[in-house]
């Protein structure tokens, strides 16, 4: 019976197993602010979004396709998220330091807090497309 502890004189001219590689990702910071610029993941030059919040079914420059990245739900949770920790300190602040009018300052939070909303939507729906086609996450399993 062999010993556990001692090598061969095959196995010590042998060369090291190497780990086993990954698979190759993309970087995925790259691909979420192209998205981010509403600008395909891949090459960065055609438009990611059709209108406002649709995504685009292919890319017009180099053909990717794109409907099999959904952002489903995530770009509203992270905008409601992010305005919300901007917008909260921001009021507290407001009102303790100026004590302005409740209608001036209900005025002033609700159209800053819509005029954010509308700006980051569709930039954090283009971030996260590109994240998923960065990460290969797709969409396109079915239900049986």
Known sequence: MRDDFQMTDQ???????????????????????????NRCPNCGRGRLLKGYLKVAPSCTVCRQDLTQFKAEDGPAYLTILIVGHLMAPALHFAFVTWRPEPLVLFTIFAVGCVALSLYLLPRLKGAIVGFKWARKMTDDATPA
Do not use: D, H, I
């Open 11 to 37: 196995e010590m001219t042998e060369p090291p197993l190497t780990e086993p590689q990954a698979p190759t990702e993309q970087k995925a910071f790259p691909a979420m602010l192209r998205g981010w610029r």
